[in-house]
């Protein structure tokens, strides 16, 4: 059984960083993309950054510059850093693992149960 297990949230000032961290257990995802999205209440979750299986990233526009996503395939860990964060950036940050490296929540089949990210301002 597939587990993804997030870790690093927690409470910063703006302008402060985070490093979140995403193991998964029960199989190997090297030829899987690791994405990380972020869910702010009420709002819909939205796609933060993803790294894709051939080592392409890409980012939504307002983290471009500030966020870096890497993955270590040994250790089945995505990671995010986070710098400069903004009080907008406040909200709960998902791990994702899918076939292709897409966008939208559906593409992704196994997820973390998140980690609360809160920025003060």
């Known amino acids: 059984q597939v587990h993804l297990v997030e870790s690093g949230g927690g409470l910063v000032q703006a302008g402060g960083s985070l490093r979140l961290s995403c193991t998964a257990s029960?199989?190997?995802?090297?030829?899987?993309?690791m994405s990380w999205f972020r869910q702010a209440p009420g709002k819909e979750r939205e796609f933060v950054a993803v790294?894709?299986?051939?080592?392409?990233?890409y980012y939504t526009d307002s983290v471009k510059g500030r966020f870096t996503i890497s993955r270590d395939n040994a250790k089945n860990t995505v990671y995010l850093q986070m710098n400069s964060l903004k009080p907008e950036d406040t909200a709960v940050y998902y791990c994702?693992?899918?076939?292709?490296?897409?966008?939208?929540?559906?593409?992704?089949?196994?997820w973390g149960q998140g980690t609360q990210v809160t920025v003060s301002s």
């Open positions: 994702a693992i899918g076939r292709f490296p897409g966008r939208a929540p559906l593409a992704y089949d196994y």
């Open positions: 029960g199989r190997t995802f090297n030829n899987y993309a």
């Open positions: 790294f894709s299986e051939s080592g392409t990233t």
